[in-house]
């Protein structure tokens, strides 16, 4: 049955989507079967896959609204193992009919996933860059979750904030929910103000860390707009192995 794993900081920019595409990608390459749902309306991670929007049906928030089968918004990538469930704009609209929807239809999420655990070894979900309701049911529907960040000051603030939402999704819908890691994104060595980062990061979520950071390239950036997952787009280069340790560390987690 798949495991299911969120990737989440409530801070854009961080390497939320970046990292759930090259990580999907990466564990798929190697022999396992991935699903890789795209929960922002931006829809990064979709286009990140190389998905057009010629080939898009219909979405993830078709899924969430109860109207499509989750079976029928699957659409299978360019790469081995790997399927996405796509997103459009169409999604921003979802974080407000999720307050309406009677008790009873908050749960069509939950129950598409199940529907299609057994197909997959992993199912990756990419949230957007905010705590709202499509955060929460990300959450809700995870076995665990994988938070990127970049060594900067605010970035510890934005930590004790993501912990308590984890905290409280435990306590009211899953209690479960386990934090696989703490993905350090875009590092730099460097800086002085990434060791101090790091020193503190340490001292509060240690065992949280992956061992691997993920160092600021090139290569990681313009992958999307080749519509490639770093594995192919630069398999020998430093992002792409980074990527593949942290990928390996990941599974022996969850
Ligand atoms: P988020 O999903 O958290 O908003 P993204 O994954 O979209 O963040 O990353 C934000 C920007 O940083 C993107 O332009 C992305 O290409 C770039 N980026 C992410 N990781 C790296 C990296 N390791 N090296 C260089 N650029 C990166
Ligand atoms: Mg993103």
């Known amino acids: 049955m798949a495991k299911v794993v969120s990737f989440s900081n409530q801070k854009g920019g961080v390497g939320k989507t970046t990292s759930c595409v090259n990580i999907s990608a990466q564990i798929a390459n190697k022999g396992k079967k991935v699903l890789m749902i795209d929960m922002d309306p931006q829809g990064n991670a979709t286009s990140g896959l190389g998905i057009s929007k010629s080939k898009i049906k219909s979405t993830i928030y ?83 979750v994988v938070i990127p960040m970049q060594c900067e000051f ?10 308590n939402t ?9 209690p479960s929910l386990q934090i696989v890691g703490i993905l350090l994104t875009m590092y730099n060595g460097r800086l002085t103000l990434t060791g101090q980062v790091v020193a503190e990061l340490k001292k509060y979520y240690q065992d949280k860390l992956f061992k691997v950071p993920i160092s600021r390239t090139v290569r990681i950036s313009e992958a999307p707009g080749y519509g490639e997952p770093i594995c192919y787009h630069d398999p020998y280069g430093k992002g792409s192995l980074e990527y593949a340790a942290v990928a390996k560390e990941l599974m022996l987690r969850i």
């Open 62 to 144: 078709d899924v969430i609204i109860g109207r499509s089968d989750i079976k029928d918004t699957i659409v299978k990538s360019n790469f081995k193992n790997l399927w996405v469930v796509p997103a459009t704009i169409d999604l921003a609209g979802a974080e407000l009919e999720l307050y309406d929807l009677e008790d009873d239809k908050l749960r069509f999420t939950e129950i598409a996933l199940d529907s299609i655990k057994d197909d997959f070894d992993y199912i990756f979900i990419d949230c957007p860059p905010s705590l709202g309701m499509l955060t929460v049911k990300a959450l809700t529907v995870s076995d665990g």
């Open 154 to 163: 605010y970035s510890l603030e934005g930590m004790s904030q993501l912990m």
């Open 166 to 174: 984890i905290k409280k999704i435990r306590s009211l819908y899953n």
